[in-house]
């Protein structure tokens, strides 16, 4: 999954994983982890996602970091916000009250932004990266957030072999062998959502679900 094939799924707008509403996983479990208001939450691979201007009706501040500009272009345009502009040698910030989005390669980003961060919700951004992947984004992300951080993961599970991805099946035992060292994991529900997923049934996925888990960076 290089650059070039997210760059073109926008430019095609093949962007399945883009839902107009508020994810409702994220309303229902998010407060459960008592993030203090004021909080910086990275939003990884954020899309356009509806779920950012929430997270800061919550009083909560938004990072998102997303490599394709048409995204960038249209988040800020439907939400009519116009945002500052700031260069920066890993990319560009667009800046608007309480939402910044990166324009960035995220494995190219400085280690004091992430580590600004204090929460994180992750919807769209492990289940993206195939495995060889994954292992550099739990390494290179998840391990330069601070101690004590919170966060909200969203992970789908599938027979892998039934259908090529992205989106990626990961499995609850992944989890725990990507961020286990570093991170208390709970996991907060799992769901069955093939009847509501016609994408999967159709290409011959038999069983699919999704599982919500709370994440806390233990310290060291």
């Not at 073109?8 to 994983?17: D, F, L, M, P, S």
């Not at 508020?22 to 779920?51: E, I, N, S, Y």
């Not at 800061?56 to 960038?72: D, T």
């Amino acid at each position: 999954m290089d650059a070039d094939y997210w760059l073109q799924r926008w430019h095609e707008g093949r962007t399945g994983w883009h839902r107009d509403a508020v994810m409702p996983l994220l309303q229902k479990h998010w407060p459960a982890l008592d993030v203090p208001r004021g909080t910086r939450v990275l939003v990884p691979l954020c899309g356009k996602t509806l779920d950012m201007p929430w997270l800061v009706s919550q009083g909560l501040k938004v990072r998102g970091v997303e490599l394709a500009p048409l995204a960038i272009g249209q988040f800020f345009a439907e939400q009519e916000l116009q945002p500052q502009e700031r260069n920066a040698a890993y990319g560009t910030h667009y800046i608007a009250g309480d939402i910044e989005i990166i324009r960035a390669d995220i494995f190219r980003l400085d280690e004091s932004l992430l580590a600004e961060c204090g929460a994180i919700y992750d919807r769209a951004a492990l289940i993206a990266l195939p495995p060889p992947l994954r292992e550099r984004y739990a390494r290179e992300i998840y391990d330069h957030l601070p101690a004590g951080c919170r966060g909200l993961l969203i992970t789908l599970e599938y027979p892998q072999h039934q259908m090529e991805g992205p989106p990626f099946s990961v499995e609850e035992r992944e989890v725990h062998r990507l961020f286990g060292e570093r991170w208390d994991i709970d996991l907060l529900e799992r769901r069955d959502i093939l009847a509501d997923q016609p994408m999967f049934s159709d290409q011959g996925v038999t069983a699919l679900s999704t599982a919500v888990y709370a994440l806390e960076r233990r310290a060291g």
